[in-house]
Nanobody
């Protein structure tokens, strides 16, 4: 069993930056992959960025060049550096991790609001 806790969200002006963090705790031996999703009211949750255990990354087209995902295996933490934020990036951001055996865990979500 693992617990994921996100931090770093909040209110930022357009063009600003935020760094989200997601720390995993519990019975963790290894993590296959980590990712960040986001969701706005009335829309499906979408994958924003992911990173494998080999540090291979992928991004949603609309965030390429602005967002960077990274992970610290020793700390079982994943980060999402978000630069040049736009109002369209406003959403609840969720952390997800994939573990051996097919287990998947979600964080509870954290709100990011981009507004002047």
């Amino acid at each position: 069993q693992a617990q994921l806790v996100e931090s770093g969200g909040g209110l930022v002006q357009p063009g600003g930056s935020l760094r989200l963090s997601c720390a995993a705790s519990g019975s963790i031996f290894s993590i296959y992959a980590m990712g960040w999703y986001r969701q706005t009211p009335g829309k499906q949750r979408e994958l924003v960025a992911s990173i494998t255990r080999y540090h291979t990354t992928s991004y949603l087209d609309s965030v390429k060049g602005r967002f960077t995902i990274s992970r610290d295996n020793a700390k079982t933490t994943v980060y999402l550096q978000m630069n040049s934020l736009e109002p369209e990036d406003t959403a609840v951001y969720y952390c997800k991790m994939w573990f051996p055996g097919g287990a998947e865990y979600w964080g509870k979500g954290i709100l990011v609001t981009v507004s002047s």
